[in-house]
């Protein structure tokens, strides 16, 4: 678990860095993430289409009018698809993959989801009010996906629509 710790820990240090690229930022982030994550492997299901397809679907429908209100008030950071998909994967992979499922069994799912949601808006603190803020009702939708779905894939593939999607709001709402 300290490996975990520390590569958590330098994810956190790099994401914060001044001066560091936005590729450096993302991709390394993603990949120390992603190992800490590899350090204690996820069980891992394929989710059926339909299931994924609710999970996806509904949430991001729900989001996006809040996602195109906030978007103005916050740069884009001009990151690519890919460059998001890198981070995200490593990242749901933790905390949904990892995390949750490591924490459902002794807790139980419900302090499991709480627990889980606190760390994840915890790791959101460095944002803006409104994005750390929105983590709290998101947490508890990606890592319930998770759970129904068998998999961290649902809330990846809903965290990168989120994300990026808000990266092209906040582009196209930008003063020129």
């Known amino acids: 678990m300290a490996a975990t710790t520390l590569l958590v820990v330098?994810?956190?240090?790099?994401?914060?860095?001044p001066g560091a690229s936005l590729r450096t930022k993302?991709?390394?982030?993603g990949a120390l993430l992603g190992a800490s994550a590899m350090l204690y492997p996820p069980a891992f299901s394929a989710p059926t289409l339909s299931a994924l397809?609710?999970?996806?679907a509904l949430p991001f429908a729900l989001v996006v009018p809040f996602l195109w209100l906030s978007?103005?008030?916050?740069?884009a950071e001009g990151a690519s698809p890919l460059l998001w998909a890198g981070y995200l994967l490593g990242y749901?992979?933790?905390f949904r993959g990892v995390l949750l499922s490591g924490l459902v069994e002794p807790f139980g799912t419900w302090p499991a989801l709480a627990m889980v949601?606190?760390?994840?808006?915890?790791?959101?603190?460095?944002?803006?009010?409104?994005?750390?803020l929105s983590c709290i009702p998101?947490?508890?939708?990606?890592?319930?996906?998770?759970?129904?779905?068998?998999?961290?894939l649902g809330p990846f593939v809903l965290h990168l629509l989120i994300a990026t999607s808000y990266e092209r709001f906040a582009a196209s709402r930008q003063p020129a």
Do not use: I, N, Q
């Open 53 to 56: 397809g609710l999970w996806v």
């Open 92 to 94: 749901e992979c933790l």
């Open 10 to 17: 330098h994810h956190y240090a790099l994401a914060t860095r």
């Open 117 to 132: 949601t606190g760390l994840y808006t915890l790791a959101h603190l460095h944002k803006d009010a409104a994005e750390t």
């Open 26 to 29: 993302k991709l390394g982030g």
């Open 71 to 75: 978007a103005k008030k916050v740069p």
């Open 138 to 152: 998101m947490g508890f939708v990606f890592g319930w996906a998770a759970l129904e779905t068998g998999s961290f």
